[in-house]
């Protein structure tokens, strides 16, 4: 995975709490996305950051969900007032910027699984 | 319908079959991953194509851009490959442009048996 770190690696939150999440890109990566893997359903794409912007949170739940890249840190992805619905696996990734035509390789993290109870 | 379909959704093989799963995709897409996660883990880009074929060891990787049409190959499977593969296009904005907004395949779990 070319050193995407994520953690906790699991989370277990009691309804109405706040899970944080947090993820380091590889070194020199200065894009940040956040994807979404609910129980027996595909990844969907949440949002993309790059340091200190939100580029694109098209994929965001309207509510209680936030993320954020600061200058310095990691990025973070936050979840108010959790629900059980919030219950999946959520990945982080990065990428140096892209390239126009042809993209570029994105490296995964190995995940943060949260649980609501 | 999804703008990325993979094909099976499930397959069953005995080790040593050769293996292929297919993706194909309804929009302009500047590229595509093929991506494989094991249970309970994290995800692994296999392959990045943007045109042609790609090969690492055992598994070869093939896209046809006029036919929005990708697959994934594994020759000599083996109970180690055991996973789900998704495919993963990045789609092409209005601006002609790309970057990591993926979206993914609904996935291919593969099962290889001894």
């Known amino acids: 995975n070319a050193g995407v770190m994520q953690n906790p690696r699991h989370l277990v939150r009691r309804r109405g709490q706040e899970a944080r999440l947090r993820c380091s890109p590889v070194?020199?990566?200065?894009?940040v996305y956040w994807y979404r893997q609910l129980p027996e359903e595909g990844l969907k794409f949440m949002v993309y950051?790059?340091?200190?912007?939100?580029?694109?949170e098209s994929g965001m739940p309207k509510e209680r969900f936030s993320a954020e890249f600061p200058k310095e840190g990691p990025s973070i992805l936050r979840i108010q007032q959790v629900v059980r619905g919030d219950s999946a696996a959520y990945f982080c990734a990065s990428s140096p910027p892209f390239r126009r035509i042809t993209g570029n390789t994105i490296y995964f993290g190995e995940g943060s699984w949260l649980t609501v109870v | 319908k999804n703008e990325v379909e993979q094909s099976p959704q499930n397959l069953t093989a005995q080790e040593g079959e050769f293996i292929t799963i297919n993706c194909s995709y309804s929009v302009g897409i500047s590229a595509l991953h093929w991506l494989q996660q094991h249970p309970g883990g994290g995800i692994v880009s296999l392959f990045m194509?943007?045109?042609g074929k790609k090969k690492h060891g055992r598994l070869i990787a093939t896209i046809n851009i006029q036919e929005k049409h990708s697959s994934l190959h594994i020759t000599a499977s083996h109970p180690r490959d055991s996973a789900v593969y998704i495919c993963?296009?990045?789609?092409?904005?209005?601006?002609?442009?790309?970057?990591?907004?993926?979206?993914f395949g609904q996935g291919t779990i593969l099962t290889v048996h001894p």
């Open positions: 950051l790059q340091k200190e912007n939100i580029i694109d």
């Open positions: 993963a296009a990045y789609p092409v904005n209005a601006g002609g442009t790309s970057y990591g907004k993926l979206t």
């Open positions: 194509l943007s045109s």
């Open positions: 070194k020199g990566h200065s894009h």
